[in-house]
């Protein structure tokens, strides 16, 4: 038998100084046919295939040979059944006995090769049964994978359209919006390119060796894998810049459960698939990796648990902060002058965050003490790109308030006409129940709340002579007076 262990353990001396190249490997398991007539014509040209990987294909330097690879559908292979089980070690003796000699294998493929002039038995010598198999073991697989993409592409795509607030003040956000839309070329490429092989076979049967072309080879899965990566780029992209400047979003946080889910899956697979032995062994291997994933997602959750108990420890009900100089900062002292004795209790200036939509998002803090009363507000500012960007912000902000698909979490929004005309403004809203304001103005966009302490009743609404002070003030600021 001269099979992969065999012929490894005999490159360990004489091939440890073979010249070896890489190539990409861009093929799908449905271009089998295009794969043999990619190996003979390397074969030719001094070059034999040794391994296949994900992303790469090994090649060792050889005397240029004639010869004829052919790859069969193995029917013992599957997601969770190792390479190298009992079964398929007997089914490539077989094969060796009939003059084929075995070279590797990839998911469901073995992959064989003869001297050319050989005139040998084929691998399969019932054709639809053979057909049977491709369909069973390669298409389908294929179709449902593209098929679950697809749909996940799309679902997510449609669903960053409905609700286009959310990922505006953000980086990742607006890279999903913006950018992740590019997914639909390669996940519908690859959609037809599994519709279209069904049907060919349909019609005419599997496909003889064939020349590679766009839709049967490396080019097709180059432009997937470009499109891909190049996504891939724009949202590490993102998730380093809301690391930077974006801290309070906890992408690498929020992302961690999805990144290893991908990893622990990813690690399974190829671990039945080399080391795994027995039919079994998939089996055992994906338990220990989903006790594994459970014990570190248990860990990270007391590990963030943690950190929000430090946050709230470290929260200062004295802290009085310098009013930052990037930012415009509103006089809350002369604007509630007219309610009696006033003490300043507590003021902050979070930044809340930026994007490539909204250069600039911050907020503005106070809690006043009046006549022995507690007085908070909070005045959140987005400047934004464009009045497209103010006014999806604003309409989010809304319907999240205003409980969304349960509308009686929400607080009750009312639009004021007779204010938007006075104030000679795009949009202007405010609640009923207590002191809420939004106001949008061209590329800008404000977010006026008073609050309540845990435990008390709310907070009186402003009195007008206050609310208009504030709005003259901060639309005066911003040049629209």
């Given at each position: ?21 890489r190539?990409?490997?861009?093929y ?10 990619y ?34 559908v ?36 073995q ?22 198999l491709?369909?069973?073991?390669v ?44 997914m639909?070329?390669p ?8 519709l279209?092989?069904?049907?060919k076979?349909?019609?005419?049967g ?6 590679e072309?766009?839709?049967t ?33 906890n ?31 998939g089996?055992?291997?994906?338990i220990i990796?989903?006790?594994v ?8 959750h ?10 709230i420890?470290?929260?200062?009900p004295n ?19 007219s ?23 911050y ?6 003490e ?13 400047e ?6 103010a ?6 902000y ?8 349960l ?40 977010i ?11 907070i009186?609404?402003m009195?007008?002579?206050e ?15």
């Amino acid at each position: 038998m001269f099979g992969k262990k065999d012929r490894n353990r005999n490159e360990k001396s004489a091939g440890a100084k073979r010249q070896r190249k890489r190539v990409y490997w861009g093929y799908s398991i449905l271009d089998y046919k295009g794969m043999e007539a990619y190996f003979e014509k390397m074969a030719g040209e001094g070059w034999m295939l040794e391994k296949i990987g994900e992303l790469w294909a090994t090649f060792y330097r050889e005397t240029p040979k004639d010869l004829q690879f052919s790859i069969d559908v193995f029917e013992g292979s599957g997601i969770l059944t190792p390479e190298e089980t009992e079964e398929a070690r007997e089914y490539r003796e077989l094969c060796e006995k009939n003059g084929w000699h075995f070279v590797t294998s990839i998911k469901e493929l073995q992959i064989f090769y003869a001297p050319a002039k050989e005139n040998l038995t084929p691998l399969q010598t019932d054709e639809e049964l053979e057909e049977n198999l491709a369909r069973k073991k390669v298409w389908r697989k294929d179709f449902s994978t593209s098929i679950l993409v697809f749909l996940l592409t799309a679902g997510l795509v449609i669903f960053t359209r409905i609700r286009p607030a959310h990922q505006m003040d953000e980086y990742m956000g607006n890279i999903i919006y913006f950018f992740y839309p590019l997914m639909l070329i390669p996940t519908i490429i690859a959609l037809i390119r599994s519709l279209l092989w069904i049907r060919k076979v349909k019609r005419q049967g599997l496909p003889e060796k064939e020349v590679e072309t766009f839709f049967t080879g490396r080019k097709r899965q180059l432009l997937i894998n470009v499109i891909a990566t190049l996504v891939l780029g724009f949202l590490i992209l993102g998730i380093v810049l809301d690391t930077l400047y974006n801290p309070h979003a906890n992408t690498l946080s929020s992302l961690f459960p999805a990144l290893l889910g991908i990893t622990v899956g990813t690690t399974i697979r190829l671990t039945i698939q080399k080391i795994g032995k027995k039919k079994d062994d998939g089996i055992k291997f994906v338990i220990i990796g989903f006790l594994v994933m459970f014990m570190i997602l248990g860990g990270f959750h007391y590990y963030r648990e943690l950190q929000i108990e430090s946050g709230i420890g470290d929260w200062d009900p004295n802290l009085i902060e310098e009013i930052p100089g990037d930012i415009e900062a509103y006089s809350m002292e002369r604007i509630l002058d007219s309610m009696g004795e006033l003490e300043l209790k507590r003021r902050t200036f979070p930044v809340l965050g930026q994007s490539f939509a909204v250069p600039k998002h911050y907020a503005q803090y106070e809690t006043w003490e009046v006549e022995g009363r507690k007085w908070e507000v909070g005045i959140r500012t987005y400047e934004t790109r464009s009045p497209w960007v103010a006014e999806n912000i604003a309409e989010g902000y809304l319907d999240f308030q205003m409980g969304g698909i349960l509308p009686w979490l929400g607080e009750n929004w009312g639009e004021m006409e007779d204010l938007k005309e006075a104030w000679d403004v795009d949009a202007f809203y405010m609640t009923e129940g207590y002191p809420a304001i939004l106001i949008k103005q061209d590329t800008h966009l404000w977010i006026i709340e008073g609050t309540h302490r845990v435990g008390e009743d709310p907070i009186e609404k402003m009195k007008a002579p206050e609310i208009e002070r504030l709005i003259e003030e901060i639309l005066g600021k911003h040049h629209y007076l």
